[in-house]
């Protein structure tokens, strides 16, 4: 079955920046689009960018608040989804997940941990 390992975060300071990597298994990665999402303390959680798969020729999308400050990526030799986040600010501070895009919002839908990112002076 699925599963969705995410790392790289922890607590920056305003401005800086973090790399979040998430390694998936269980299914064929590189046909997948390849989504972030975050859910911010006390929040529902949301979509932050998107990457196709092999059909889409590298097509990205993002939430309008993270537009110019985060990357999304992709290394299917990896099995990997990538996330570079510059210029991190307050509202940024989420719990981070890597999913599959679209992503079902069936209670009973797969999700990793996760990854802290808080920041904060």
């Known amino acids: 079955q699925v599963q969705l390992v995410e790392s790289g975060g922890g607590l920056v300071q305003p401005g800086g920046s973090l790399r979040l990597s998430c390694t998936a298994s269980?299914?064929?990665?590189?046909?997948?689009?390849m989504g972030w999402y975050r859910q911010p303390p006390g929040k529902q959680r949301e979509f932050v960018a998107r990457?196709?798969?092999?059909?889409?020729?590298?097509?990205?999308m993002y939430k309008d608040t993270v537009k110019g400050r985060f990357t999304i990526s992709r290394d299917n030799t990896k099995d990997t989804v990538y996330l570079q986040m510059n210029n991190l600010k307050p509202e940024d501070t989420a719990v981070y997940y890597c999913?599959?895009?679209?992503?079902?919002?069936?209670?009973?839908?797969?999700w990793g941990r996760g990854t802290q990112v808080t920041v904060s002076s």
């Open positions: 999913n599959r895009w679209p992503v079902s919002t069936a209670s009973n839908t797969y």
């Open positions: 269980g299914i064929i990665f590189s046909m997948n689009d």
């Open positions: 990457i196709s798969g092999d059909s889409g020729d590298g097509f990205t």
